[in-house]
């Protein structure tokens, strides 16, 4: 990801991800709005996808 996508998305995607992390409880307001980062973090997307998703900010 790092040779894909900008600096700037790689630290939206870590805090997103340290965010969910952090979490004391999972709200439905919260998983009616999950970050993309974390569904790949959590393997429901994979990395192609991710990237797929992002064409906007990735760098190919």
Do not use: A, H
């Amino acid at each position: 990801m790092k040779q894909n996508v900008s600096p700037g998305v790689l630290d939206l995607f870590e805090r997103q991800i340290n965010e969910y992390l952090n979490l004391s409880e999972i709200t439905e307001s919260y998983l009616n709005n999950v970050p993309l980062s974390v569904c790949w973090y959590e393997g429901l997307v994979d990395t192609e996808m991710l990237l797929l998703e992002m064409k906007d900010y990735v760098f190919l």
